[in-house]
């Protein structure tokens, strides 16, 4: 079976940084290109970055492009978000996701997903 | 604000059918980008209810249904069971903004 289980989650000042991995187990890691979406209280599901699964193309939303940084370890089965000059509305439930294809494909599906993991930005 | 746009919630009586409708614009649904449907109950792993507009993945009832036309696409749930109670979330593309863009999401209450 499919598992993806986020960590590194918790509480950061304004300003800081934050590191969330996510642990992949039950399938081919590197076949498949990786994915983190997250949810603000009270709002809906917003996209965050995708990698290929060779780990040399990447995509950022608007939002946190030049803040946030995705990687992969291939050799590992995990998958990394580097969250840099967090602010405030940063703070969401952070989800790891796989995606069907190895290449990133924006307007495929998700169709794994972890059960999510809280950041929390706040002084 | 969402890209996608849910109703906040629906709800209805054990056994009957509810919709969720999910409208885009012509930079996304409208373009021709498939819409993708979640399950998501708290503190649990969205699940892909639908895909490419009215597919089911395989282990989910038939109960549920996608549809798609023009720049909306609908979420159809018959037979409402308890376990239904849920939110459920649509996604598609939007070739504008270059990105993947979910709906607000829509929260069903199970009468």
């Known amino acids: 079976d499919v598992q993806l289980l986020e960590s590194g989650g918790g509480l950061v000042q304004p300003g800081g940084s934050l590191t969330l991995s996510c642990a992949a187990s039950?399938?081919?890691?590197?076949?498949?290109?990786m994915s983190w979406v997250r949810q603000a209280p009270g709002k809906g599901l917003e996209w965050v970055s995708s990698?290929?699964?060779?780990?040399?193309?990447?995509y950022y939303a608007d939002s946190v492009k030049g803040r946030f940084t995705i990687s992969r370890d291939n050799s590992k089965n995990t998958l990394s978000v580097q969250m840099n000059s967090l602010r405030g509305e940063d703070t969401a439930v952070y989800y790891c996701?796989?995606?069907?294809?190895?290449?990133?494909?924006?307007?495929?599906?998700?169709?794994?997903w972890g059960q999510g993991i809280l950041v929390t930005v706040s002084s | 604000q969402s890209v996608l746009t849910q109703p906040p919630s629906v709800s209805g009586a054990p056994g009957q059918r509810v919709t969720i409708s999910c409208t885009g614009s012509s930079s996304n649904i409208g373009a021709g980008y498939d819409v993708y449907w979640y399950q998501h109950l708290p503190g649990t792993a969205p699940k892909l209810l639908i895909s490419?507009?009215?597919n089911r993945p395989s282990g989910v009832p038939d109960r549920f249904s996608g549809s798609k036309s023009g720049t909306s696409a609908s979420l159809a749930i018959t037979g409402l069971q308890a376990e239904d109670e849920a939110a459920y979330h649509c996604?598609?593309?939007?070739?504008?903004?270059?990105?993947?863009?979910f709906g607000g999401g829509t929260k069903l209450t199970v009468l």
């Open positions: 990698i290929s699964g060779s780990a040399i193309y990447t």
């Open positions: 996604q598609s593309y939007d070739s504008i903004l270059s990105a993947v863009v």
């Open positions: 490419r507009n009215s």
């Open positions: 039950g399938f081919n890691f590197s076949s498949y290109a």
């Open positions: 996701a796989k995606n069907p294809n190895r290449g990133v494909q924006l307007w495929s599906p998700f169709d794994y």
